[in-house]
């Protein structure tokens, strides 16, 4: 390990210190690592209080977890634990974990401290020589949800990588592409992250890095960034980390872009390392929390999770409200202005294939035609690699206003929970097409979505296509029917 000195935040010891390898074997844990977060003794009754049981009709709901990118369900359909959205509800009997005891062990003997799988653990290899064991006890007071992308039993939402794109590509889901070929070269760590949800009101949800594995242990190995605490306490962070970002203000009454942080393995908030996996932490931010809130986004380094909270989804319309937009839609008879031919959104089941009544949109101006194979710029560039570069750029030029841009099907955003009100469709994303409200265009548009090491652009929340254009959408201009 290199001994050169680097600069850290006051009152953290490095690893491998004097400071760190001299304190005593075991140490009893009062305060938990999140200070915020307090647990009281419940006695030694270890029945949960089970408010919501039997006799109110419907469990508490914590909140809801949707996945950016898929428009509804995932390119596969929705199986299990593998899923685009999962709710959150109050468990039957609380599963939560708080710290207990910390134990200074070597580290050749770890396995042997870990060989108890009832008990919940965190091991910090601090060196070849020193390891830092802090066991976790149950907690009657919280529930825990786990996130990642195993398949075994402990994870509760199975994520896999979300195939966004950076080019025009409208209206297919993301997140093709097959299971087998995305897991092997998944960035998204097997056990993600935890969300511990508070048994009472006000239900309270936060967020920590990395999940308990098979042997209910967190395992931070030598190369991994982590560090002891001022109080004696261990934390340190992921290899490719949980970032967070929670709006800057209410997120359905005015939706603007909060400042994306790193979520350490105790809760804590940190400005972003200088990339992804570097090995120096960025500097503690006291003043914000893990809590989340209505419109937080997780991003898990190749999935960007929302979290909405049960308020938040009363402003979101549902998919019988969704369907009867699409119905008002196609009610109004909108026509192609050069066709004079009837267009119809098509049903909200069907993805991917194009009908042939369904409206198309020049995505520059927002005049919105029916299907037609003319109008192309031809590509006056040399051809692509191989020779493979079609025959024109894809270009159209908008037979009302002469405007030239890309041309693309409109499709609608199914997934109400991406919604920020339950306003009419009257905008698209560009250059995707995916329909929404105004307001939901607008407040996504601003947001800057992690991609990459150290990249951040605005994407469509439908389907994960980079946006582009000033603004990132365009309001719709429907011609009414001539009779």
């Known amino acids: 390990m290199s001994s050169e000195p680097q600069l850290w935040p006051v009152g953290m010891v490095l690893e491998g210190s004097s400071e760190a390898l001299c304190p005593p074997p075991s140490l009893e844990l009062r305060p938990s690592c999140n200070k915020s977060q307090p647990s009281p003794p419940l006695g030694s009754s270890s029945q949960p ?44 009997k609380a599963n939560g974990v708080k710290p207990d005891v910390i134990h200074n062990v070597s580290t050749p003997l770890v396995s042997k401290a870990l060989s108890n799988k009832s008990q919940h653990s965190i091991s910090y290899t601090l060196s070849r020589s020193h390891s830092v064991i802090v066991e976790y006890t149950h907690d009657t007071n919280t529930d825990m949800f786990q996130i990642g992308r195993s398949t075994e039993s402990m994870i509760d939402f199975v994520v896999t990588d979300t195939a966004g794109s950076s080019s025009g590509q409208g209206g297919g889901s993301a997140g093709e592409g097959g299971g087998g070929g995305q897991s092997a070269q998944s960035t998204i760590s097997r056990y993600a992250c935890r969300i511990m949800c508070e048994r009472s009101a006000p239900y309270t949800a936060r967020i920590y890095a990395a999940g308990f594995d098979s042997s209910k242990n967190i395992f931070l190995g030598e ?9 004696g306490l261990m934390d340190g962070l992921t290899t490719n980390g949980v970032l967070v970002m929670h709006p800057a203000g209410e997120f359905v009454s005015e939706p603007a872009p909060g400042v994306w942080r790193e979520i350490s393995v105790c809760g804590n908030v940190f400005a972003l390392r200088e990339t992804r996996s570097a090995q120096q932490r960025g500097k503690l931010v006291e003043n914000e929390s893990n809590t989340l809130q209505d419109g937080s986004l997780i991003d898990l380094c190749g999935a960007t999770l929302l979290w909405r909270t049960p308020s938040g989804l009363r402003h979101t319309p549902t998919l019988k409200q969704l369907e009867s937009l699409r119905q008002e839609l196609n009610a109004a008879r909108p026509q192609c202005p050069v066709g004079f031919n009837t267009l119809a959104f098509p049903s909200l089941a069907q993805r991917e294939i194009v009908d042939k009544k369904q409206p198309w949109v020049y995505v520059n101006c927002g005049h919105v035609h029916g299907y037609h194979n003319w109008g192309y710029r031809k590509e006056k560039g040399p051809a692509g690699p191989g020779g493979t570069a079609p025959a024109s750029t894809g270009e159209r030029e908008c037979p009302m206003c002469r405007r030239v841009g890309p041309y693309v099907p409109l499709w609608l955003g199914c997934e109400g929970g991406l919604y920020l009100d339950a306003g009419p469709p009257t905008h698209a994303f560009c250059p995707c097409g995916h329909v929404c409200s105004e307001k939901t265009v607008v407040g996504w548009s601003q947001i800057p979505l992690p991609h990459g090491t150290h990249a951040f652009h605005a994407a469509c929340p439908f389907c994960g296509t980079w946006l582009t254009g000033e603004q ?3 309001k719709l201009i429907f011609q009414g029917p001539v009779d």
């Not at 006799?55 to 929705?78: M, Q, R, T, W």
């Open 49 to 92: 209080h089970d408010g919501v049981f039997p006799e109110d009709k419907e469990p508490v709901k914590y909140g809801e977890l949707i996945v950016l990118g898929h428009n509804g369900s995932l390119a596969n359909g929705d199986k299990g634990r593998r899923r685009s959205r999962l709710a959150l509800y109050k468990r039957p």
């Open 223 to 231: 190369r991994a960034a982590k560090w002891r605490t001022s109080d």
């Open 472 to 474: 990132g959408h365009i």
